[in-house]
Nanobody, 123 residues
Framework: QVQLVESGGGSVQAGGSLRLSCLAS????????MGWFRQAPGKAREGVAV???????TYADSVRGRFTISKDNAKNTLYLQMNSLRPEDTAMYHC?????????????????RGQGTQVTVSS
């Protein structure tokens, strides 16, 4: 059974930082595409970042230069370091996983996702 469990969310002021973690089980972590997406109340899901098997990342324009995605295959854990946070970053952040060769397609549509961790940024 695949499980993705996020942690690390919280409330911060604008300009602050948070580090999200996602512990994966039930998958061969190093063989999966991993990513993060977010959803704010009343808004559509938005892909945030993806990391491929080789560790190469892709970011949404809205977070590029501020967020960093990384993973530790030995710990089956995905990370999202979020710096220079803005009020518009407020959302529920979800970890996602998919067994794809090229990690293509929107991360918001991937098969496996966690319950999410809330990030709230105040101005």
């Amino acid at each position: 059974q695949v499980q993705l469990v996020e942690s690390g969310g919280g409330s911060v002021q604008a300009g602050g930082s948070l580090r999200l973690s996602c512990l994966a089980s039930g998958i061969t972590f190093s063989s999966y595409c991993m990513g993060w997406f977010r959803q704010a109340p009343g808004k559509a899901r938005e892909g945030v970042a993806v990391i491929r098997h080789d560790g190469s990342p892709t970011y949404a324009d809205s977070v590029r230069g501020r967020f960093t995605i990384s993973k530790d295959n030995a710990k089956n854990t995905l990370y999202l370091q979020m710096n220079s946070l803005r009020p518009e970053d407020t959302a529920m952040y979800h970890c996602a996983a998919e067994a794809k060769v090229f990690c293509s397609g929107p991360v918001t549509t991937w098969n496996y996702r966690g319950q999410g961790t809330q990030v709230t940024v105040s101005s």
